[in-house]
């Protein structure tokens, strides 16, 4: 009698314990049913339902924490730093993204950049609604949409509901998702995006924040239709919900990645009531280290190192031309102070005579010319690595000379980062030299120079900005054919040559005792190479069809040529 009490006190207790499972997961269907026998429970069938929100911003929603989607968030895969296109190349449109939303592939692919959509390559990359059809599997699509253009381009083998807004789309959407038999469901809103271009774009803007309110609560209506329906627990669902572009941004440019460009900065949500919480941070173009090799140039008697062109009659600037140099400059001894030592010039004496120099006045630096009184930049003697950029203005109505570090036109107090220029002429017979110029300043420097360029051409501001700490410069340069002279010298470690790689300047010999640096540095205006991986890891706009073929038991082929990935949520374990 005892042995069997105790059978009959577990089976209580397990029932129990299946009881309160039930009821502490509110978002889960009951899923004690799907434990009968297989001859017992029809088939389950894969769905998907991918809401694309134009004008939708990452950052807004992380900060605004919409109720649902926030809600939604805690069995699903969220990023607020996704990508709409992990290029710069092109001003990304909503259009252009929902090309890339259904179709798999980027616009240099799919042809969309911009707001047309007859350019679409259909007959090489067709949409989903398109590629299930043409594989037989007997699924069926459906298209919501106030849009003609996404209607007429976009939904060709879709049934297509169009509505005259985003609540004639929700009310329609609702409907047939309650009681529709399509696999595969696309809801578009843009009441979003038509709310920012009026009011603006932000978490302090009050009607973008009422439009994101209201697209929230949409959703939640859209997803609440599919529980309603008399299938679902035989149902097995995936919920997309992203944007089209994102934002609008008014905000200073500091990342000129393409994470830096708010709207291509979207959101992503993968929902599923299987999957648990899985929050994919944006990485920090700030992470990425400047790393390579600099030459080391020191001053002092028997110990002065100095590299020339061979070539004299290079770089002469004349009188009238415009001109950008740009290099990065290091102290290696942070915190000294050097009396007007120069370290780039193209002078026979420096402070005398046709020609410039740059220089070092303390911990700041100047350029001194015969063409303008001195401009300085700020101090930079912090033993980090900095770029500075010269610009000689001489074509315009307003003739200057600018200097720049790491992208600002600041100076140290008392002094003036532009000057107005005179009509000399800055031709010389002296080679162009970096480090010591004999006679000049004190012997105590010791600093490290590399990515040295010369421009025919006078910067604009903000392409000093957005250029000025580019490490590494190649032929999609978008100013290469303006360069006349760069030598990078990461490569030349261990050399007596600057090796110049446009070839249209000479190689620098270096002479006297040369070391090398050697460098790995986070420098925060530096911009090194990125791989793609670094714009993989977040989901981009392409991935999404790749996400959605496989949960639809779709094999992707490789002869489709989709440029996106698959991503892994984390899966809810109910039961072995």
Not at 97 to 113: F, I, W
Request: glycine content about 8%; charged content about 20%.
């Amino acid at each position: 009698m005892k042995k069997s009490f105790n059978v009959y006190n577990k089976i209580a207790v397990g029932i129990v314990t299946l009881l309160l499972f039930g009821a502490c997961n509110k978002d889960f269907p009951n899923l004690l049913q799907n434990f009968n026998e297989a001859k017992d429970s029809p088939e389950t069938r894969d769905k998907v339902l991918l809401v694309i929100v134009d004008g939708l911003s990452g950052s807004a929603v992380q900060d605004l924490e919409p109720a649902n989607l926030t809600g939604f968030t805690r069995n699903g895969l969220v990023t607020y730093g996704s990508l709409a296109d992990p290029t710069t190349d092109f001003e990304v449109t909503n259009t252009s993204v929902a090309a890339a939303l259904l179709t798999g592939v980027n616009s240099v692919k799919n042809k969309v950049n911009a707001d047309d959509l007859s350019v679409l390559n259909t007959a090489e990359y067709p949409t989903i609604f398109s590629q299930l059809k043409s594989i037989g599997t007997g699924r069926k699509s459906t298209l919501f949409t106030s849009s003609d253009n996404y209607a007429n381009y976009l939904g060709k083998d879709a049934v297509v509901a169009k509505g005259a807004d985003d609540k004639a789309v929700i009310a329609s959407a609702v409907k047939n998702l309650s009681t529709d038999s399509a696999d595969f469901n696309v809801v578009h809103l843009a009441q979003v995006e038509q709310v920012g271009r009026e009011y603006g774009f932000g978490k302090t803007v009050p009607q973008y924040v009422d439009a994101i309110t209201q697209m929230d609560k949409q959703v939640k209506e859209l997803v609440e239709s599919l529980k309603a329906r008399q299938s679902y627990t035989h149902e097995n669902w995936l919920v997309v919900v992203t944007s089209g572009k994102g934002a609008t941004s008014t905000d200073p440019v500091t990342d000129f990645t393409a994470f830096g460009d708010a709207k291509r900065q979207t959101y992503t949500l993968m929902y599923s009531p299987k999957f648990s919480r899985k929050i994919l941070p944006r990485p920090s173009a700030k992470d990425i280290p400047f790393a390579g090799n600099a030459t080391r140039y020191t001053y002092a008697s028997n110990n002065q190192v100095v590299s020339k062109l061979d070539d004299l009659s290079k770089f002469n600037m004349g009188a009238g031309s415009d001109w950008t140099i740009t290099l990065f400059l290091k102290y290696n001894i942070s915190g000294a102070e050097y009396i007007y030592p120069t370290f780039f010039s193209k002078r026979a004496v420096g402070f005398s005579g046709a020609g410039w120099n740059m220089f070092l006045e303390y911990g700041y630096w100047g350029v001194n010319s015969s063409i303008a009184v001195q401009a300085f930049g700020p101090n930079i003697n912090d033993g980090e690595w900095h770029a500075l950029t010269t610009v000689i203005k001489r074509s315009g109505s307003q003739d200057s000379l600018y200097v720049f570090t790491d992208g600002t036109n600041a100076a140290v107090s008392g002094k003036v980062s532009q000057v107005t220029v005179n009509t000399n002429n800055l031709d010389n017979t002296a080679p162009l030299t970096i480090g010591y110029l004999g006679n000049d300043g004190n012997t105590s420097p010791d600093i490290s120079i590399c990515n040295v360029q010369i421009y025919n051409r006078a910067f604009t501001f903000d392409e000093v900005k957005r250029y000025g700490g580019v490490t590494h410069i190649d032929q999609t340069f978008p100013f290469w054919n303006d360069l006349q002279g760069y030598w990078p010298g990461y490569d030349d470690v261990n050399t007596a040559l600057l090796t110049e790689k446009t070839g249209r300047a000479g190689n620098f010999k270096i002479k006297g005792p040369v070391t090398w640096t050697s460098f790995n540095e986070l420098v925060p205006f530096f911009q090194p190479p990125i791989s793609d991986s670094f714009f993989r890891q977040v989901p981009n706009a392409v991935d999404v069809p790749f996400m959605i073929y496989q949960w639809l038991g779709v094999t992707v082929q490789s002869s489709w040529k989709l440029d996106g990935k698959s991503w892994s949520p984390n899966y809810t374990q109910i039961r072995n």
